[in-house]
């Protein structure tokens, strides 16, 4: 079965949740592009996508997720053998047996006939502009409604011309957020696969968010990050109760409760303020004492 390409399908039961918060300030300008044909706005050459509601810039969680995957990829070395259109190329496990031993597979998911064994386990949403970085744009009366046109010359490669190229961005400084990513626990290893998450956000923060990064745009760091977990118990349901199977598997236990976790917490002086983190520094210096927390808890 290991080398089928067949779909195996098995249940799925979700373990838990884990959910990482916090904003991510622009170091850079931020060019992540939207459609010029909808969001005719000036009549600026490279348009920022904006929310319709609002038209505020915001950092769709697609945007984000992709670029966790594409860096996470190449940190791995994984071939980008799978194509998502517009000459964009992804890696996919093509077998289960790749599968079992690829994190990338494993975290972000595979789209196609493999999917219905395998569940995607981190969930990127949408990330609006902060309230309070939207009212100081405005204040700052930027070229654009909350952007700033940076001009750069593009260079004809036949002619060697210089031709004056617009380029929207939101400006250095502004704050995104909050962002959040939910990441579902499946299986017993899944806690200890959340490292993988936090490496490709280390690995983002020393990169770049959206386009023109070679030039110098997209660079971010998150801040404010906050760490919380769910149970089943928290949906109010627990499974050990229900599951004689799961109830048996020592590997398979969770805190009964999220405050299980937090109790744990704030009963250490050093770490009052439960799931509170910072950079992402913070986060990776207590991960493993986290993880380790979730795991072994109940
Ligand atoms: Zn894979």
Request: with cysteine; aromatic share 6%; hydrophobic share 40%.
């Amino acid at each position: 079965m290991a080398d089928s390409q067949t779909a195996e399908f098995k249940s799925v039961r979700l373990l838990g949740r884990i959910f990482l918060t916090g904003d991510i300030e622009l170091k850079s300008g931020l060019h992540i592009g939207g459609a010029a044909a909808t969001l005719s706005i000036g009549g600026v050459d490279n348009q920022v996508i904006r929310d319709p509601l609002t038209g505020r810039p915001y950092i769709p969680g697609s945007s984000l997720r992709g670029k966790l995957r594409s860096l996470s990829e190449k940190f791995a070395g994984r071939p980008q053998n799978f194509s998502i259109g517009q000459g964009v190329q992804i890696h996919v496990c093509k077998t289960l047996a790749d599968y079992r031993t690829c994190e990338v597979c494993q975290v972000f998911g595979i789209p196609g006939e493999l999917e219905a064994s395998s569940p995607t386990r981190l969930l990127v949403r949408d990330v609006m502009l902060r309230e309070d970085s939207a009212a100081d744009l405005l204040a700052l009366r930027t070229d654009l409604p909350y952007t700033e046109i940076k001009w750069e010359a593009a260079i004809d490669r036949v002619t060697a011309a210089a031709t004056p190229r617009q380029m929207e961005r939101v400006p250095a400084g502004a704050v995104f957020g909050p962002f959040e990513l939910v990441y579902s626990l499946y299986e017993p290893g899944d806690a200890a696969r959340f490292a993988h998450v936090v490496r490709a956000l280390e690995l983002l923060q020393d990169d770049y968010l959206g386009g023109q990064g070679s030039r110098g745009s997209g660079q971010i760091r998150f801040i404010n990050l906050e760490l919380k977990t769910k149970t089943p118990a928290d949906y109010g349901v627990d499974p050990r109760a229900t599951t004689p199977a799961a109830a048996a598997d020592p590997t398979s236990t969770l805190p009964a409760t999220a405050t299980d976790v937090t109790a744990g917490e704030s009963a250490t002086a050093a770490d009052a303020t439960a799931g509170k983190l910072g950079t992402l520094a913070d986060l990776r210096s207590q991960l493993d004492a986290r993880l380790a927390r979730l795991t072994a808890g109940g």
